[in-house]
């Protein structure tokens, strides 16, 4: 299927410069069923897309039509006929019209009347065509729109719009090569000759379209899905992106045709990069939902089951637990009681008086702004200095005869940083085991990323993804596996602390 897929592709793209992309998803589009909207300016080649695409089908009734402010229901769904009216009966008559189409191309559609417009709502809502008394059943299977404009919200047209599942911008050759090549070219045929084995008959259609129901969504594909929903239910820029509950399910539908046509039973990650033609509704909206997509998808990637931010931080828990474990992480200052209050030791050499003494500075007063006396061996007050240690660790001395300052610090018996030499056996055997324990979680965990890489990436390339967008996947896949990598590393560091 995939390989006779993008054979299809090649031949109706040919000589369509830069369109390939937009010819693919736009022939995805047609075998869902799901309405196609090119937006575009004028000379893009939208209806020449349109044309091309028909000729990949078994077309019995093929309409086209541009569309401006004038047209009448008349030119879209068929003249009244004259035998009726003598007969008192309002009847159109629609063959060679879009009620018995099987293909259509309204180009230029945001300009028809809202009589034509409504009509048309009804008619892709019901697949029915009121004609005077009658119901006729619709025949269109695959219907495709042009505007060189966006219709405007609260303009009545949002139903219309949101029938409209992929939604694709049609620009202008950007390669110079391509331009080139473009000038000297003959112009395109509007239709190709594609082989008979190629072409898509409709009883293979209605067969595809049963079959592809069947395509599953595995539970880390649905989880992404959620994930972007959530995010696009928030608003941006005093701006909502609103996308129907009818429109999600035919999306749903969209991305499994895309896996059935890649010969898959799965939808998978690449499938979902077809959102960012789906979800927008203005154009403003397209960077925040390519940006949305491409960060979601690469947050959750092959490891949506995965909680690689909770190992980190049962990490750095356990890695702070060691460090207090074996290190003094702040300075333990040697203290002293005196008069049941604890006090540290310090020297003041503030004056020749005062050379050489001890004080005893309260412990209570560190980290602290308020003045207050040092005592001495006998917890007796030296009133002579003023002592402040203004909210830090170093005493402020005022005082003496001489009326002098001095800075002292308490005496530290172990220096921040310095090892611990009262660790039991036991403590480094339970740390050493939580370490080990720890480090095996995160090599199991790359290694299921890594085993889902093997099994899945020859199944990222689809006929309907930009090549560039499954390697930049794979990149960021890779990236994920070298962070277990690092970490793993580190967890080496840790075991080698635990071991001193």
Same mark, same amino acid.
């Given at each position: 299927?995939?390989?006779?897929?993008?054979? /299809?592709?090649?031949?109706?793209?040919?000589?369509?410069?830069?369109?390939?992309?937009?010819?693919? /998803?736009?022939?995805?589009?047609?075998? *869902?069923?799901?309405?196609?909207?090119?937006?575009?300016?004028?000379? !893009?080649?939208?209806?020449?897309?349109?044309?091309? #695409? %028909?000729? *990949? =089908?078994?077309v019995r009734s093929y309409f086209e039509y541009l569309m401006n402010r004038f047209s009448t229901p008349e030119e879209i769904f068929g003249p009244v006929s004259i035998k009726a009216l003598k007969q008192d009966?309002?009847?159109?008559?629609?063959?060679? +019209?879009?009620?018995?189409?099987?293909?259509? =191309?309204?180009?230029?559609?945001?300009? %028809?009347?809202? %009589?034509?417009?409504?009509?048309?709502?009804?008619l892709l809502n019901e697949k029915i065509f009121k004609n005077g008394e009658a119901i006729e059943k619709v025949l269109l299977k695959v219907l495709m729109s042009a505007s060189n404009e966006i219709p405007m919200e609260n303009q009545g047209l949002d139903a219309l719009y949101d029938r409209f599942i992929l939604r694709l911008v049609?620009?202008?050759?950007v390669k110079l090569e391509n331009f080139h090549a473009l000038l000297q070219a003959k112009p395109n045929s509007a239709k190709v000759e594609i082989a008979s084995d190629l072409v898509v008959k409709e009883s293979e259609l209605l067969l595809w379209r049963e079959q592809i129901y069947d395509?599953?969504?595995?539970?880390?594909?649905?989880?992404? #899905? &959620? *994930?972007?929903?959530?995010?696009?239910?928030?608003? +941006? &820029?005093?701006?909502?992106?609103?996308?129907?509950?009818?429109?999600?399910?035919?999306?749903? +539908?969209?991305?499994?045709?895309? *896996? =059935?046509?890649?010969?898959r039973n799965q939808v998978n990650l690449t499938d979902l990069f077809i959102l960012q033609y789906c979800l927008w509704n203005q154009i403003d909206d397209i960077a925040y939902i390519e940006k949305t997509l491409q960060e979601t998808i690469a947050d959750y990637g092959l490891n949506s089951d995965l909680d690689y931010d909770a190992l980190i931080q049962k990490k750095d828990l356990l890695e702070n637990k060691i460090l207090h474990t074996f290190y003094y992480?702040?300075?333990?200052?040697?203290?002293? /009681?005196?008069?049941?209050?604890?006090? /540290?030791?310090?020297?003041t050499n503030l004056d020749q008086h005062y050379k050489d003494k001890v004080l005893y500075l309260e412990l209570n007063k560190? &980290? !602290?702004?308020?003045?207050f006396f040092a005592v001495d061996e006998r917890g007796e007050?030296?009133?002579?200095?003023?002592? @402040?240690? @203004?909210?830090?660790?170093?005493?402020?001395?005022?005082?003496?005869?001489?009326?002098?300052?001095?800075?002292?610090?308490?005496?530290?018996?172990?220096?921040?940083?310095?090892?611990? @030499?009262?660790?039991?056996?036991?403590?480094?055997?339970?740390?050493?085991? @939580?370490?080990?324990?720890?480090?095996e979680q995160f090599e199991q965990e790359k290694k299921i990323i890594q085993q889902r890489l093997n099994e899945q990436s020859e199944q990222f390339y689809s006929v309907f993804i930009v090549k560039d967008e499954v390697t930049q996947l794979l990149r960021q896949v890779q990236e994920k596996i070298t962070r277990y990598d690092l970490q793993v590393s580190d967890m080496q560091r840790l075991e080698q602390l635990c071991k001193q």
């Amino acid at each position: 299927m995939k390989k006779r897929i993008q054979t /299809l592709i090649s031949a109706i793209s040919e000589n369509m410069y830069e369109r390939e992309h937009v010819i693919a /998803l736009s022939l995805l589009a047609a075998i *869902a069923g799901s309405n196609t909207f090119l937006y575009g300016a004028p000379g !893009t080649a939208k209806s020449l897309i349109s044309r091309r #695409i %028909a000729s *990949a =089908f078994e077309v019995r009734s093929y309409f086209e039509y541009l569309m401006n402010r004038f047209s009448t229901p008349e030119e879209i769904f068929g003249p009244v006929s004259i035998k009726a009216l003598k007969q008192d009966q309002y009847l159109r008559k629609t063959e060679h +019209y879009l009620p018995q189409a099987d293909f259509a =191309f309204l180009d230029e559609i945001w300009k %028809a009347s809202p %009589a034509i417009l409504n009509t048309l709502l009804t008619l892709l809502n019901e697949k029915i065509f009121k004609n005077g008394e009658a119901i006729e059943k619709v025949l269109l299977k695959v219907l495709m729109s042009a505007s060189n404009e966006i219709p405007m919200e609260n303009q009545g047209l949002d139903a219309l719009y949101d029938r409209f599942i992929l939604r694709l911008v049609v620009k202008p050759i950007v390669k110079l090569e391509n331009f080139h090549a473009l000038l000297q070219a003959k112009p395109n045929s509007a239709k190709v000759e594609i082989a008979s084995d190629l072409v898509v008959k409709e009883s293979e259609l209605l067969l595809w379209r049963e079959q592809i129901y069947d395509v599953q969504f595995p539970d880390d594909i649905l989880k992404i #899905i &959620d *994930a972007i929903k959530h995010k696009l239910d928030f608003i +941006y &820029d005093d701006h909502q992106i609103y996308v129907s509950d009818r429109r999600w399910q035919r999306i749903a +539908y969209l991305l499994k045709t895309s *896996a =059935f046509l890649n010969d898959r039973n799965q939808v998978n990650l690449t499938d979902l990069f077809i959102l960012q033609y789906c979800l927008w509704n203005q154009i403003d909206d397209i960077a925040y939902i390519e940006k949305t997509l491409q960060e979601t998808i690469a947050d959750y990637g092959l490891n949506s089951d995965l909680d690689y931010d909770a190992l980190i931080q049962k990490k750095d828990l356990l890695e702070n637990k060691i460090l207090h474990t074996f290190y003094y992480m702040d300075d333990v200052y040697e203290s002293y /009681l005196i008069k049941d209050k604890e006090y /540290l030791k310090a020297i003041t050499n503030l004056d020749q008086h005062y050379k050489d003494k001890v004080l005893y500075l309260e412990l209570n007063k560190m &980290d !602290t702004k308020k003045d207050f006396f040092a005592v001495d061996e006998r917890g007796e007050e030296i009133r002579g200095i003023v002592c @402040n240690f @203004n909210g830090t660790r170093q005493c402020n001395l005022k005082g003496g005869y001489y009326g002098l300052e001095e800075v002292v610090t308490p005496y530290i018996k172990y220096e921040k940083g310095s090892k611990r @030499n009262n660790v039991s056996a036991q403590e480094k055997y339970d740390l050493l085991h @939580n370490v080990q324990e720890l480090k095996e979680q995160f090599e199991q965990e790359k290694k299921i990323i890594q085993q889902r890489l093997n099994e899945q990436s020859e199944q990222f390339y689809s006929v309907f993804i930009v090549k560039d967008e499954v390697t930049q996947l794979l990149r960021q896949v890779q990236e994920k596996i070298t962070r277990y990598d690092l970490q793993v590393s580190d967890m080496q560091r840790l075991e080698q602390l635990c071991k001193q």
